[in-house]
Each structure stands twice: as structure tokens, then as C-alpha cells.
């Protein structure tokens, strides 16, 4: 099992390149980021771009692997984002991994000035949008021409430092969008029950996650493929799970979804008055000792 954590971009970066450097230091996998215009209780508040935060994050560390969870096609087109997913992952020296999925019915869903979509719409859309995007990321040119986005002569060139592409790691939890993290997709991402991961007892989360993972290894089945080779990441912060409130809770929660087969679990970095306000220095021993107490 694997500890990541998530780090907003919330911090200008003369703050900010303190987190990632001290993240990379403390011995993550990962440390991701979210990709939104603005977030919640976090909209009337600093927030700067996923991408220019991760280049940047790439030349401030050294070891530690860095991508979106997730990016969306709410604002994204596939041809823009193929050619900035190239970038950071050469200037990270290939260390990049594109956490993706549907989009939601937040700030993203109208801040270009469109109604929001409904959740068929986001699933057909996002159905589009990512066979597109893998197949910029491996070709060196692309013209495709789809209902919702297309490609014309769109170059990639010289393509990912990784090959044959950057590792897709797929945010779903409908038919539709397991579908495509078994097709697609080299990890699968969750954050609990979709429809309200807060209200769900915190004695019948793991539950979720196992019928969640049920599903995803019938939709490789379906794909003719093994479920061991994606990674199975779990999003901590959406529950009402508190793991990150001592050492020993994090250790218990984290054996229980090793249990079930998570491979990859990520935690948010600690931020002051919000819902992610945690104990420093608990997080940072969490960080240097969770895993290794559990086995791992």
C-alpha cells in the first residue's frame, strides 16, 4: 500500500513550494492536487491553477509523483490539456499522473458561461473526451472529429517522457465510467458513496468501497482484464471517517481498506479553519510512520 497526500492551491507559491518540498521530504508517493477554477468553501478565497501549480511543484521537488484529482472536462478540452499534461511530465522528468473523471455541478459546471450539464450529458462527454486525450498522449498527431470534441492535426511532439503515455488514474463509480477506468485507466479513484459520502455511517464506509471495487472488477472482466493492474486509490476527506486524528486511527483505517483491496490511499494536507484543519505534527508522523506500523 501506498500513503499520497493532496495539497490545494490555496498558497502563493513562495509559501507554497515549502509544502510540496516538505511532502516530497516526508516521503509520499504523491502529492496531487485539485483541478477547479475555485472550491467550495474555498471560492471567495485564494485558489490558483492545477497545472502552473504542478510545473512549478516539478522543479521544487525531486522523488515525489505529482498529478490532478481530478481534472474534468467542465473546462478542459482534450487537445489543451494533451499538450500541458506533456509539459509538466518533461519537466517532472516523468512524474506525472492525470487523475480524471466526469466533472461535477460545481463552479467548474457554469463559470464558462454554460448550463450545467446533466449527469448523462457529463457522462457522454467525459465517454468523449478521454479516448481522445489518450490517444493525443500517444501519437505524435491527431485528427478526430466527435460530437462534443475534436482534434485537427493537433501534434504532440516529442510525446510523454512515460510510455506510452502518462498513467490515467480514473475517478467513477457508474457502469459507464468503471467501463472506461477498465479501458483506459493504469489506477481507479474513489472518495465513497457519490451520492453523499458524509452521510454514510462511518461503520458502513468500507462497505461502499467494497461493493465500488465489486463493480470495478466486473468491468475489467468485461474488458478482458486483470483488476490487479490498476492501482485502487482511495480520496480520504469525504467521510465521516477520521483518520488523520491520531496515529492510531489512521492505522486502523488504512488495514481495513488494505483488507479490501486499496492499493493507494491520499490524504489532505492539513489546512487551518476549514474542514481539512488537522494536527501538523500528527499528519507528518501519519506520514513517516502510518505505513510501516501497518506492514506495509
Not at 499520497?4 to 507554497?16: A, D, F, K, Q, Y
Not at 511543484?57 to 478540452?77: M, Y
Not at 450529458?121 to 485528427?143: C, M, N, V
Request: aromatic residues 10%; contains cysteine.
Amino acid at each position: 500500500m501506498r500513503l499520497s497526500t493532496v495539497i490545494l492551491p490555496i498558497h502563493r507559491w513562495g509559501e507554497g513550494q515549502k509544502i510540496w518540498r516538505r511532502a516530497d521530504d516526508l516521503g509520499f508517493h504523491a502529492a496531487y492536487t485539485y483541478d477547479h477554477l475555485s472550491w467550495r468553501s474555498f471560492r471567495d478565497a485564494p485558489w490558483f491553477g492545477a497545472i502552473p501549480t504542478l510545473t512549478a511543484a516539478a522543479t521544487a521537488t525531486e522523488r515525489i509523483r505529482l498529478g490532478t484529482l481530478v481534472t474534468s472536462p467542465n473546462f478542459r478540452h482534450p487537445v489543451t490539456l494533451a499538450k500541458e499534461a506533456v509539459t509538466v511530465d518533461d519537466v517532472s522528468g516523468g512524474r506525472l499522473t492525470i487523475g480524471i473523471g466526469a466533472g461535477g455541478i460545481g463552479f467548474d459546471a457554469t463559470a464558462l458561461g454554460q448550463e450545467a450539464w446533466t449527469g448523462k450529458e457529463r457522462a457522454d462527454r467525459f465517454g468523449e473526451f478521454l479516448p481522445l486525450l489518450d490517444k493525443l498522449l500517444r501519437q505524435d498527431a491527431t485528427t478526430e472529429t466527435g460530437r462534443y470534441y475534436s482534434a485537427v492535426e493537433a501534434r504532440n511532439i516529442p510525446g510523454c517522457v512515460q510510455r506510452p503515455r502518462v498513467p490515467f488514474y480514473v475517478a467513477a463509480t457508474g457502469s459507464r465510467g468503471l467501463r472506461l477506468a477498465a479501458e483506459y485507466g493504469q489506477g481507479w479513484v474513489t472518495y465513497g458513496d457519490p451520492k453523499g459520502p458524509a452521510d454514510v455511517p462511518v461503520e458502513q464506509a468500507p462497505a461502499v468501497i467494497a461493493g465500488q471495487l465489486a463493480k470495478l472488477g466486473e468491468a475489467c472482466a468485461a474488458q478482458g482484464r486483470d483488476p490487479r493492474e490498476l492501482e485502487k486509490v482511495l480520496l480520504q476527506g469525504s467521510t465521516a471517517e477520521r483518520p488523520l486524528a491520531s496515529l492510531d486511527a489512521f492505522v486502523d483505517w488504512a488495514g481495513t481498506y488494505q483488507e479490501l483491496g486499496i492499493t493507494e490511499l491520499v490524504v489532505h494536507w492539513p489546512v487551518a479553519d476549514s474542514i481539512f484543519e488537522n494536527d501538523q505534527a500528527v499528519f507528518e508522523r501519519i506520514a513517516t510512520e502510518g505505513l510501516a506500523q501497518l506492514g506495509s
